[in-house]
């Protein structure tokens, strides 16, 4: 792993709670949404992440120790530069495929002919947990950013 | 003796080249809420190495090939700057700016300490 390289995984987290954080504000905003292009109610959206190759400790140790232990035999070395990837990334955003919710409302001009109007299926509570998760997950990754900028520094320190 | 070595050559083309890293990020915060902007940027190592192959130290050869970087989402007004990117990117290059800086003042001070050396 390069110098920066835990930076990098990181930063792919910012970067993947903020479309989290967006999704569910375009949720949110679009509660009472009865018109989409597609037809119909908004769906809701997910966010589907997806973890960015091996990073486990273990294997980014073998790889780097190499075959002199016997560890499983994988080949490796600490001078070259280790592809421990790492991270997560946003696989896709997919919609919810939840039967909208039914509301009597004859007086809306979406009104079926029966009075009722279909509404996206979206629990604001829901969304506001979500979105405190997305935003402490991206504050608790700020912060390893700032650690692992610190871990940089007193490397340089070690100059002095 | 010499008192620029190959070190110091290379420790000023790498500062010249994250100042430059530093203007183009500078310039894509500067441009975040410009409508059909397109984020610019350069491979650090990859402009690195190719400067390290010539031999002149200033001139055309040493100008970075910024280009667009893709593989980032555009909003709907067309610009694609993202403000997760620049920041790590501003941070990334502060510390390896401080790097260079730190191992130009380590090489001088080899030097400095020759010199009080013989003063005394």
Known sequence: MNLFGVMDVSASALKAERVRAEVVASNMANAETTRTAEGGPYQRRHVVFEAEGDSSFQSSFVSHLGTNLGLNGLGGSVTAANAVSGGVAVTGVISDASAPLRRYDPQHPDAGPDGYVAYPDINPLTEMVDLMGATRSYGMNTSAVQAEKNMVSSSLDILK | ?120
Do not use: W
């Open chain 2, 1 to 120: 003796m010499q008192v620029s070595t190959s070190l110091s050559d290379a420790l000023e083309r790498y500062l010249d080249l994250t100042s430059e890293q530093m203007k183009v990020t500078a310039s894509n915060m500067a441009n975040v809420d410009t409508p059909g902007y397109k984020t610019q940027g350069f491979d650090f190592e990859a402009e690195f190495a190719r400067q390290m192959q010539s031999t002149v130290l200033s001139g055309d050869a040493n100008v970075a090939q910024v280009q667009d970087v893709d593989g980032l989402v555009s909003r709907p007004d067309g610009n694609n700057v993202s403000m997760d990117r620049e920041s790590m990117q501003l941070a990334k290059t502060q510390l390896q700016f401080r790097l260079g800086v730190e191992l130009l003042k380590h090489e001088y001070s080899g030097v400095m300490s020759a010199i009080h050396a013989e003063a005394k």
